[in-house]
């Protein structure tokens, strides 16, 4: 496998009024075409930025990607807002594939915690009206924004049941640090429980809501009370990661799930998987 040396560089991708949105774009050197990834941050879809996913961004650029790591809106801008942002900017990385030396049709997606859920969900609906709202310019190339690959590093893949997780925890003895507030982060974007359960990839699927299940790859660190336990509404035996799972496959979707010890989890020990699933599935 060769390694690429690689550039970078922020380029506004989308503006709300006078808020302009920011890639940050990494190009491995030669002529390409190449692959590409738009990269999803976390922070509990309330904080965060574009920086907080440099260090996969860093590995699929040396692995041949381009890589377009997102700001988009977040915190009191509310659900659906950054869904709409990252359907236009999958839309915009097909649209400028000459500029950016890339393939429109080797396009993928990652994103890590609320990062992961929103990676999931655009790809599960990348044709939702709402999601697909803003139009590219005038003149621009007739694109969607299917992805034909998803890698998600320890995604909320049930924001509602991780809203009742973290209460419960919160409440108890000894509650753990980020149960504290998180209840209110999630008031903050999603606004109610109907919300919660609307934009929600588990239940999509047990829904059976008809969406791509495009092939997956779930990162996932341990022990992660965060993202990997139980769900008490659920009848389903096993954690959340395992119940996604299940009901991907249950829905025709090819995926698989990487276990790495957490307090490793942001280092190459899930960089590289993510950067072999990328390889497999876009080339």
Do not use: C
């Not at 041949?64 to 950054?82: C, E, I, K, Q």
């Amino acid at each position: 496998m060769p390694t690429y040396e690689f550039t970078t560089e922020d380029v506004e991708y989308l503006r709300h009024g006078d808020k302009p949105l920011i890639a940050r774009v990494y190009k491995p050197k030669g002529d390409g075409p190449f692959p590409a990834v738009v990269d999803l941050h976390g922070g509990a879809w309330t904080s965060g930025d574009l920086t907080g996913t440099h260090g996969l961004d860093e590995t699929l650029a040396k692995n041949g990607f381009v890589v377009a790591s997102l700001n988009f809106r977040h915190a009191a801008d509310g659900y659906p807002t950054s869904l709409i942002d990252i359907n236009y900017a999958v839309r915009w990385v097909k649209a400028h594939g000459r500029d950016l030396k890339i393939r429109p049709d080797k396009v993928g997606i990652a994103g890590q915690s609320s990062g992961g859920h929103l990676a999931m969900l655009a790809g599960m609906r990348p044709n939702d009206p709402r999601y697909a709202s803003v139009p590219l310019p005038a003149g621009s190339p007739a694109v969607d924004a299917t992805v034909q690959a998803v890698a998600m590093s320890w995604p909320v893949i049930n924001p509602l049941s991780r809203y009742r997780n973290a209460q419960k925890l919160a409440k108890g003895p000894n509650p753990p640090a980020f149960s504290i507030g998180m209840k209110e982060k999630h008031d903050l974007y999603w606004g109610s429980e109907a919300a919660l359960a609307e934009g929600n990839p588990i239940l999509i699927l047990e829904r059976g809501e008809k969406v791509p299940t495009p092939p997956a790859l779930w990162v996932q660190g341990r022990p992660d009370i965060v993202h990997d336990y139980h769900d008490d509404a659920s009848d389903f035996p096993g954690n959340e990661p395992e119940r996604f799972v299940s009901n991907y496959r249950k829905a025709g979707g090819d995926i698989d799930i990487v276990y790495v010890p957490n307090d490793a989890r942001s280092t190459s020990v899930s960089f590289d998987p993510i950067a072999a699933f990328f390889r497999k599935h876009l080339g």
